[in-house]
């Protein structure tokens, strides 16, 4: 695959999950470079990460291998308000 066709299916894959009703995800990281896809950001839970596979899978991206590092990072909303130097 070309350079211009890896980043092409990086950007398909990008809008997929920003696009799809389940994940709306826009700070997941796609790098494809010939026949590998690697994802790399974070979600705030298990359903979103579950999601991310879901449209992987959807997507049918046979002719690559497919490394999803995705991590499940919680995030604490706090009550206080933060306080700038």
């Given at each position: 695959m070309s350079a211009a066709a890896d980043a092409y299916?990086?950007?398909?894959?990008?809008?997929?999950?920003?696009?799809?009703?389940?994940?709306?995800e826009l700070d997941i990281h796609v790098k494809v470079t010939d026949a590998r896809i690697v994802l790399t950001?974070?979600?705030?839970?298990?359903?979103?990460?579950?999601?991310?596979?879901?449209v992987l899978a959807?997507?049918?991206?046979?002719?690559?291998?497919v490394?999803?590092?995705?991590?499940?990072?919680?995030?604490i909303e706090s009550t206080e308000p933060e306080q700038l130097s």
């Open positions: 299916l990086g950007e398909h894959i990008r809008d997929a999950l920003a696009h799809d009703d389940d994940v709306g950001g974070n979600v705030p839970d298990g359903e979103r990460l579950a999601a991310v596979d879901a959807r997507l049918e991206l046979t002719d690559h291998a490394s999803n590092c995705v991590s499940v990072m919680r995030f």
